[in-house]
């Protein structure tokens, strides 16, 4: 069955460092998403994605994030100057033409800023 | 805006026993309604749907209905099993103004427990 892919599972980070997340959506799909949960809070919603822009975005989404799909296959995002805030688990999700609907969501990864 | 409101865990249940997850919900048009599952050490997985008003979603033993009147969307399942132990959450989407972004808002999560 197909699945969303991230790596790295786990990624441990400097304050103030870049760092880029990256997802494998599934291959026919059109929409991806970036959603993000801090430890013992909600999943909230970071970012959507589609023909090649960002079709909306939060207000959690400032310039330190940017995302990218570099390629045919792989959908980034990138936060510029991490902060201790940002610490949290970054899941990545992708939807298809047809189930409008369902968002299939990656394995996540855990973020860690020291 | 739209926001999710469910019940706070965590919830412990022996094995057999009856869960009911409550979930209320705030949004503006007709929201979809959602169920997602975390398994340990898993990413989320859609559990069940409602797309409109007095729809049922079930999956694997899990029910929930669509309730209009009193906006809610409450999870229930007559016999629980030690694998159903995990993180359940609920969420909605709603088109943004025709972009057909369909972003899920979702509620904190219930932590289920269940032991034999």
């Known amino acids: 069955e197909p699945e969303v892919t991230q790596t790295p599972s786990h990624q441990v980070t400097q304050m103030g460092q870049e760092v880029i997340l990256r997802c494998v959506p599934i291959s026919n799909h059109l929409y991806f998403y970036w959603y993000r949960q801090i430890l013992g809070q909600k999943v909230e919603f970071l970012v959507s994605?589609?023909?090649?822009?960002?079709?909306?975005k939060s207000e959690i989404f400032d310039d330190q994030f940017s995302v990218e799909r570099p390629d045919g296959s792989n959908f980034t995002l990138k936060i510029r100057s991490t902060k201790l805030e940002d610490s949290a688990m970054y899941f990545c999700?992708?939807?298809?033409?047809?189930?409008?609907?369902?968002?299939?969501f990656g394995p996540g990864t855990r973020l860690t800023v020291l | 805006g739209n926001s999710v409101t469910q019940m706070e865990g965590p919830v412990t249940l022996s094995e057999e026993a009856f869960l009911t997850i409550n979930c209320t919900y705030t949004?503006?048009?007709?929201?979809?309604l959602f169920w997602y599952v975390q398994y340990p050490g898993e990413g989320l997985q859609l559990l069940l749907k409602?797309?409109?008003?007095?729809d049922k979603g079930s999956n694997k033993g899990f029910e929930a209905t669509y309730r209009k009147e009193t906006t809610s969307f409450h999870l229930e399942k007559g016999s629980v099993q030690v694998s159903d132990s995990a993180v359940y959450f609920c969420a909605l989407s709603t088109p943004y103004s025709g972009a057909g972004s369909y972003q899920l808002t979702f509620g904190k999560g219930t932590k289920l427990s269940v032991i034999p």
């Open positions: 994605f589609y023909n090649n822009e960002i079709s909306e």
């Open positions: 949004a503006t048009g007709y929201p979809s």
């Open positions: 409602a797309t409109k008003a007095d």
């Open positions: 999700a992708s939807r298809g033409p047809a189930s409008y609907n369902e968002q299939f």
